[in-house]
């Protein structure tokens, strides 16, 4: 991939100025822009992108379609592209800490069990929600407002 020039140095330079080793880690700790969602944010091809998936991309190429890319050290900061899998979704978040607890977790708190036709992950948050347990929250709902009009 060609690097492009702007006015502030090519994407090579701008996120070498951007970073910081960590000696006992080997983290490259991200010290630019950070999202509200915790990782390193930098402008490049013209719109503002997380900082470990452009360096991704400039060491190995695009993402495979269908995967994301997951810190090994569990450092949202870190852009060392030795540090980056790319992974499923569902293998990310089993690997996460907030979702350590709820993983192993094989059915809804109703007892639906979650499978691939029984659960969708929200976008924002990568959640599992039970698609049986939503439709019966929508048929609830209709006829609550049903009744109230």
Request: with cysteine.
């Amino acid at each position: 991939m060609a690097a492009t020039i702007d006015c502030r140095g090519t994407i090579e330079e701008r996120i070498a100025s951007r970073h910081r080793v960590e000696p006992v880690t080997d983290c490259w700790t991200w010290t630019g822009a950070v999202s509200n969602r915790s990782y390193g944010s930098i402008f490049y091809q013209g719109r503002m992108q997380k900082a470990h998936r452009v360096m991704w991309e400039l060491n190995f190429g695009p993402v495979p379609k269908g995967l994301e890319l997951d810190h090994l050290c569990r450092n949202r900061l870190c852009i060392n592209p030795n540090h980056l899998e790319p992974v499923t979704r569902a293998e990310n978040l089993a690997r996460g800490i907030q979702s350590n607890q709820n993983i192993g977790k094989s059915h809804c708190i109703r007892g639906h069990e979650f499978n691939a036709e029984n659960t969708r992950y929200k976008p924002g948050n990568g959640h599992r929600v039970c698609k049986e347990c939503m439709r019966m929250h929508v048929r609830n709902w209709r006829t609550r407002n049903a009744i109230a009009s």
